[in-house]
């Protein structure tokens, strides 16, 4: 499965339609390429080719630092294509070499790679064999299959969780869907910004969403959605989601006081997940999981059916 990079010099539904059926991160996907130039970051995407078959894909982000380093950072990537070999941890270490090859260190460009490649002695064999060493340990995150019928993926969910999800229907809560105009999910990405003031702690920049909207109506694509409940006229929780490929991530999620009282949050998941699959949506991301500052959270995540996922590191 040896193969050589070369810049990808197609458009973002080709792009996006490399991972074929498997998951495709955000960070891989060409929406978030497109949104991160509006902070800075150059993408470089490339694909690895093999008697011109595409068996790998990666997009980095370059960046100048104190205007002599140029680092350029692959975030959940590269990614191997169904159409590729049978996973041979040999033969993608010796892509993973090809790679790192293309930086200099005497033009002080360096290369870091999170690959979307489970933890396991073999991962770390593959990248130490390609010359990496790793810097940061595993981030964990769940993707959830849509692909079964609503009732399967109903029967999925954690039992306490599923009761929450009928309580909440039993209510009087309105389920608003929107994402297609800002004003739909703009109070929530403020609740996000205090929630993240209020507990300190570090995730994409808000302002990101609008401008992967922006590059996914370019594209002819819809590339948010949002989901409110409201009880009594007020806005008692939300969440938002961002589209890429044949996947989503869950980018955001607050839900107040009233909200938690009615179990809104799940019921907002559960409609979320409906709403995806009418998109065409395979995969959803759920985000990180942080058992040790973000339990309730985690738990939360881990009730709807999904096995966790953690990855081999960030390596150097």
């Given at each position: 499965m040896a193969g050589n990079w070369q810049n990808f010099d197609s458009d973002g539904a080709a792009w996006d339609g490399l991972s074929g059926h498997a998951p495709l991160p955000l960070q891989q996907s060409w929406g978030y390429g497109e949104a991160m130039r509006k902070f800075g970051a150059q993408p470089l995407r490339l694909v690895c080719c093999d008697d011109r078959k595409v068996i790998a894909s990666a997009q980095l982000?370059?960046?100048?630092?104190?205007?002599?380093?140029?680092?350029?950072?692959?975030?959940?990537?590269?990614?191997?294509t169904e159409s590729s070999d049978p996973p041979d941890m040999a033969a993608r270490s010796e892509n993973l070499t090809d790679l790192r090859a293309m930086f200099s260190r005497r033009r002080l460009e360096f290369v870091l790679v999170m690959p979307e490649q489970e933890a396991s002695p073999e991962a770390h064999c593959m990248m130490r064999g390609a010359g990496f060493r790793r810097v940061m340990t595993g981030?964990?995150?769940?993707?959830?299959?849509?692909?079964?019928?609503?009732?399967?993926?109903?029967?999925?969910?954690?039992?306490?969780?599923?009761?929450?999800?009928?309580?909440?229907?039993?209510?009087?809560?309105?389920?608003?869907?929107?994402?297609?105009?800002a004003h739909q999910y703009a109070w929530l990405l403020e609740r996000e910004d205090a929630q993240r003031d209020a507990v300190r702690y570090v995730g994409l920049p808000t302002?990101?969403?609008?401008?992967?909207?922006?590059?996914?109506?370019?594209?002819?694509?819809?590339?948010?959605?949002?989901?409110?409940?409201?009880s009594n006229r007020d806005k008692v929780a939300g969440a938002l989601f961002l589209l890429h490929g044949n996947s989503a991530t869950y980018f955001t999620g607050w839900s107040g006081a009233e909200g938690r009282a009615l179990a809104a949050h799940n019921l907002l998941l559960w409609r979320a997940m409906m709403e995806l699959k009418d998109c065409g949506i395979r995969w959803l991301d759920l985000g990180g999981l942080n058992t040790t500052h973000g339990a309730g959270i985690a738990r939360f995540k881990l009730g709807m059916g999904a096995q966790p996922l953690t990855l081999a590191g960030t390596y150097l």
């Open positions: 982000m370059r960046n100048r630092l104190l205007r002599f380093l140029k680092p350029a950072m692959c975030f959940r990537g590269p990614l191997w981030y964990s995150t769940i993707w959830l299959d849509l692909a079964a019928d609503a009732e399967t993926l109903r029967s999925n969910l954690d039992p306490k969780w599923r009761n929450k999800v009928v309580r909440a229907e039993r209510g009087d809560l309105e389920i608003s869907v929107g994402g297609k105009r302002g990101l969403v609008e401008h992967f909207a922006g590059a996914s109506r370019k594209g002819g694509k819809r590339g948010v959605v949002s989901l409110t409940a409201i």
